[in-house]
């Protein structure tokens, strides 16, 4: 029934030799690679806006370009730096990889935290946002968000399990049509804007009071927020929200081998060409959001409201034609970030198997599935990040202070790792090389900086906790396997010695189980064998002693008085006594066990051999046979 | 730890021979033994008015005495049957009991199992109805309602896995208190009705309006409920919800033993002045009640809207002693209410272990636990009690129509079976004692007739299915059993004969624990050894082959090569093809399986080993023994 069910589920298994791989070209690799970092348009330009708008108001439209144009100069800087990761770590650098081979354990450790904390964070925010795209299409599903997201998660986690391909079939039709999308809405808003000259949207003053209310802002007199002025601080909140934009920018890094020859090269192309979709796009979302001034809110998406504004409300409006390029737009953006989710899908069981093949997690992170996927880690993923849905509400603007820090905490690692394999390697232009990374360096640790202290008490503080801790265990799960592994070790000139060998038969009452089991014990020769009823008054042990005789049962029978009506404490302390007289013995301890046709059946039998066989378990030189008896079910009497 | 925290919480074991008895006077066994019938009438009245007033409005109290009058008859005829049953019976006559002896196996199952449904109800509703006391008096409370009636259930479960003896110390004086405090009430009411003429209580329309919507009545343009006329069935309706007055009569019948010699004679004793104090406490409130018209309402009481009108907001307001008076009343009915649930916490532990011990369920629930009582009796009822308050809501009105159907059923029976038992024995007197127990039998089936019929639709269709449902579970149990003692029964001239004898050990890689697994599996003189390695690639099967030379290792390695990287299905397939070489021997299959010193620990080790043992236990001539490898914290590194 099980099985079947999970062949119908997750699919018939594959075998370890079915494992293969297809290059990828530069078009589909750019769709397979680059949906995580691309789809962050999806929700960077907004997130700028929810910092500020519910302090100081429309005003902060106006800081919204600078701050855009200071994160397209950190894109630059980072995809420099990982342009030469790609060259330098042709079989894929993650910053896990990177960190563990240029600065050691402690770092990589860190590393490795940062980036199981960044694709938990990738999962929650890309469904929270994709699903932000539909419900601003369809605003009755809004009170749905939280099970629409666990919806998504579930299907990501099924078609993970079936071993989902990162196939360019799959990518490549929706990543290109949310680019063309996007496109299509920047270039046709820069028209209007410049060209027409069309007016800003209205405000929205109904919304605008309730985003400044739910952040604590004051309403004046006339009911209109008492919007206060720009601060410092609040504009490096806005920026590293901003900052969210290049997430997912290590995917290319790390997939250096899926590339067609030659790999590094292919790949690097491919990552400056992201870059400039990235930018490109990230700027001119800006510049169009800056002159039509939307309303942003906790409601609407900043996307649906440019792209209902400018296709269908507005006096650009292009008639019917408008609802396909608006509808377009938003699942289109539901699809590249359901894609960008579905990316860290793949990558969190590869690096956590990676970190647990170094004995930093559980082994059986490192055990693949039916299906040649890494099934524990998907399922460990799906769980964690659908906490983080329900209890953030699915707010996409709730997660994001909690995202930045794991990705610059990896960037920095990384970079920082690259400066020093230059230094190692010393290859050609090494030195031009080494500026570059330690430029990538510093500015992502700026930037984390900025993350850390500006949205420490907006929910940044979670990962600032969250990641040192997972490292506390990283260790402790090594140490322990370390442990197990020297305290198995066959010492030199190892001998097993045979132990003398006391076997004792638990007995309740005698029946023909009984007599099968000491049957049993009898052939295991031996050298001492006991049967041991625990009776709980007179009346028993007269019976079990009738029938010993009854039956001439040939094994001694000891009887052990239980006045508290407990089986496991008595037999625990006979063996105690037993192994006293023998200090050196095994001792073999025989439970009869009715082994039942339904599980149901078996809730009807006592459960307290269980008890004793977990106690048992725990004594050394102990060891618990469970003889079974099998009863059939009624149908067919005899076996 | 989890010893520790049980002796904290349970207290210390007591011995099987710490058993005893108290017998307890009269006025004690009064208070022991009454406590369930007596604490009905804090809501028998309310619960006729609460059926007929949305329908017919205030009217409805004109009924009010009538329909208590009939309740009281009725009352009359089951106190005398019972009192024949306590002389036949002085070993306790319960409805179970009775109809085994009597009627046969068919008759005492649905007996038992109305009694089990019976004290269910019992708890959900004295519950229910000892909380509402609570809220009628601090309003704020009552949206605490159901978690205040779980925690009610909590402090008492526990209070029964100590051990609560139901001891006259604990129940004399709330049960007294509560008769006294009720007796104060209808008496200053009549003497306020009858002598001082006071007003009644002026209507709470809003109360009024409110519990006919919830109940469909339509509301009228004045804002007045359209109440229609009384009908037959919902005259019906209201006797059934009053006749639960009549619940918990049969406790006094079961604890005859416990009573002072001659018991019988004491016991019956009681049972008259049990009926006489519940009577004329219930014919007493339903005279108050029918003069002074309190609104009955969902939110409070009726004894609370009656005392707080007599002592506190009234023209009969006796000051601040009023107050005195309020609260004790209200508090002693929810103590009696509770010590109510009590009875049921002893009674259904009690009862389930005799049907268990007929075999006709779980043989669990005849073991005692530390403290004597049937630990695993008081747990089953407090969950399926506590499921009961939440499904309802905790809303005693509510539970009510699920309750009658039970009790009179248990009455039918049992008063039939007294029938049958004069027929038999012919005592002096029978046919007299026949009479009276036909007239009890035939008005509980009428009764239990009209339950069925007026309230089918509001809930009373649960016990209707439910009984039955019971009784195939019984009957299924106890097949179960019987088919498993003819299974294991010692045939004729039966010998248990030694079989051949194949030792399997199961190897991952080689080390200090395989290799003590090894010498242990030769000490068992097997006929065939034999051990098994499953590999998923030809590197694993290279370096186990290796390892096996290394450290000579004298026994036969087969490897085993599973290309789905699974254990146990390959191992099974081993297991039947050496089963098919030697069909008539024992299979020993030895899992060395580690041990380590804390829970998380085991997380981080395969538990594929439980996956196989499973598999195996469900195979005939099959063993399984777990050899352990016992690793020690880090800081005792050695034993």
């Given at each position: 029934m099980y099985a079947a069910l999970k062949r119908l589920v997750v699919g018939t298994p594959l075998a370890s030799s079915e494992e293969h791989h297809t290059r990828l070209g530069r078009p589909t690799a750019l769709s397979v690679f680059a949906s995580d970092a691309i789809s962050s348009t999806a929700y960077a330009t907004e997130e700028i806006l929810l910092v500020m708008v519910p302090v100081?108001?429309?005003?902060?439209l106006d800081s919204l370009v600078p701050i855009s144009l200071v994160v397209a100069v950190l894109l630059t800087i980072v995809i420099f730096s990982y342009r030469q990761t790609i060259y330098a770590y042709p079989n894929g650098g993650g910053s896990y990889v990177v960190s563990r081979e240029n600065l050691g354990r402690g770092a990589s450790l860190i590393a490795g935290a940062a980036l199981l904390v960044d694709y938990i964070l990738t999962v929650a925010v890309s469904v929270s946002a994709g699903i932000a795209a539909i419900t601003s299409a369809f605003d009755e599903l809004s009170r749905y968000r939280v099970p629409l997201c666990l919806l998504a998660i579930g299907v990501m986690t099924l078609a993970n399990l079936r071993?989902?391909?990162?196939?360019g079939k799959l990518f490549a039709p929706p990543v290109y049509t949310y680019v063309v999308s996007l496109a299509v809405l920047i270039g046709y808003g820069l028209f209007e804007v410049f060209v027409k000259g069309i007016p800003p949207i209205p405000e929205n003053v109904e919304s605008l009071v309730s985003l400044a209310e739910s952040h604590g802002t004051a309403i004046g007199a006339d009911g209109y927020p008492l919007f206060g002025g720009l601060t410092l601080l609040l504009l490096l909140r806005a920026f590293s929200s901003g900052a969210?934009?290049?997430?997912?920018?290590e995917a290319i890094s790390n997939g250096?081998?899926?590339?067609?020859?030659?790999e590094s090269h292919n790949a690097a192309t491919t990552l400056v060409a992201m870059g400039l979709i990235l930018g490109t796009a990230f700027i001119g979302l800006s510049v169009v959001s800056h002159n039509l001034k939307p309303t942003v809110?906790?409601?609407?998406?900043v996307l649906s409201i440019l792209g209902r504004y400018l296709y269908?409300?507005?006096?650009?409006s292009v008639g019917s034609f408008g609802n396909v390029l608006y509808y377009v737009l938003q699942f289109s953006t539901f699809a590249i970030l359901i894609l960008a989710a579905n990316t860290a899908f793949a990558d969190f069981p590869r690096v956590s198997s990676i970190i647990a093949g170094d004995?930093?997690?559980?082994?059986?992170?490192?055990n693949r599935g039916d299906r040649l996927v890494f099934s524990n880690g998907i399922v460990t993923l799906a769980v964690v990040a659908g906490i983080l849905i329900v209890a953030f509400g699915g707010v996409t603007s709730a997660l994001i202070p909690l995202y930045a820090v794991g990705v610059f905490t990896g960037f920095t690692l990384s970079q920082a790792g690259m400066v020093l394999h230059h230094r190692r390697e010393r290859e050609r232009g090494w030195r031009r090389h080494e500026v570059i990374n330690a430029i990538g360096a510093t500015a992502t640790l700026v930037v984390l900086g900025v993350v850390v202290v500006s949205k420490f008490v907006y929910g940044a503080w979670i990962p600032v906790v969250l990641i040192p801790a997972i490292v506390v265990v990283f260790k402790a799960i090594k140490r322990h396997y370390d442990h197990v592994a020297r305290s198995i070790a066959v010492p030199e000139g190892y001998r097993s010695r045979r132990k003398r060998h006391t076997v004792i038969v638990l007995v309740g009452n005698v029946h023909r189980g009984v007599l099968d089991a000491i049957t049993y014990a009898r052939s295991l020769s031996p050298d001492r064998i006991l049967a041991v009823s625990v009776v709980h008054d007179d009346d028993q042990q007269r019976a079990i002693e009738e029938q010993w005789q009854r039956y001439e049962i040939p094994v001694e029978l000891r009887t052990v008085y239980s006045p508290y009506r407990e089986l496991a404490g008595p037999v625990m302390k006979l063996v105690d006594e037993l192994d006293e007289e023998w200090p050196d013995d095994v001792i073999t301890v025989i439970v009869p066990e009715f082994v039942l046709a339904h599980w149901w059946e078996q809730l009807?039998?006592?459960?307290?051999a269980l008890v004793l066989r977990a106690r048992l378990?725990?004594?050394?030189?102990t060891v618990v046979t469970a003889v079974p008896i099998h009863i059939h079910p009624r149908s067919k009497e005899r076996y």
């Open positions: 100081v108001g429309m005003v902060a071993g989902a391909k990162e196939s969210v934009a290049l997430t997912g920018i250096v081998p899926a590339f067609r020859k030659p809110s906790e409601e609407e998406t269908l409300d507005g006096p650009s004995g930093f997690l559980p082994r059986q992170l490192t009807l039998h006592n459960q307290s378990r725990l004594r050394p030189n």
